[in-house]
């Protein structure tokens, strides 16, 4: 072998031990949900863009509960803190790279499907902050998906979302806008593992 072939083989090996390609144990146990989003209201009616969802595990049980004791005892702000030590996958909407979703509840629908729960601490753009708009009130991110056995569906998408707790134990999510957006020709494809 001549000197430059030795370099090349080296220079490929080495990359090889510092980037190693994904394997299948690594890329096992997640779930990915595509579809659009189209928005109804507000200033993004009438506009559609592409919906993902990456679910990496679901929400346990004993989370849930500390996310409604949380808000039990310290509302909407103490919900947020216990939130963003979640992480359940990820929410992309639009063609960003997206946010944490932060819980991920799976109940089950119909027959033999699956509803999905998802909270995410939503991103607040700085002229909200920067001129105290009353969105900042709306500081949660919430969808709901059906999906049906074959992992088709639908769902809705509140980007802004208020949290509050009615009698105890049922949360309500109120809608900055006043309408949620549409979230239409969802597909499933993967599988997480349920502990």
Known sequence: MTRKRISILLFV??????????SQSHMQGSQRINGTFYALSGRAAGRSGPFSLIINRYTAANELRELNEALSQGGQDQLLKTLSRMNAGRVQIGTGVGVPANAIIRDPWGDGGTKLTVFYERYIRFFELRYGTRSQDYPIGYAEIFLDRNGHGEGTLIPAAKVRLRGGDTWEVE???VLPARLMGLRS??????R
């Open 175 to 177: 809608d900055f806008g």
């Open 189 to 194: 494809s993967g599988s997480v593992e349920i």
């Open 13 to 22: 090996l080495c990359c090889a031990a510092l980037f190693p390609l994904p």
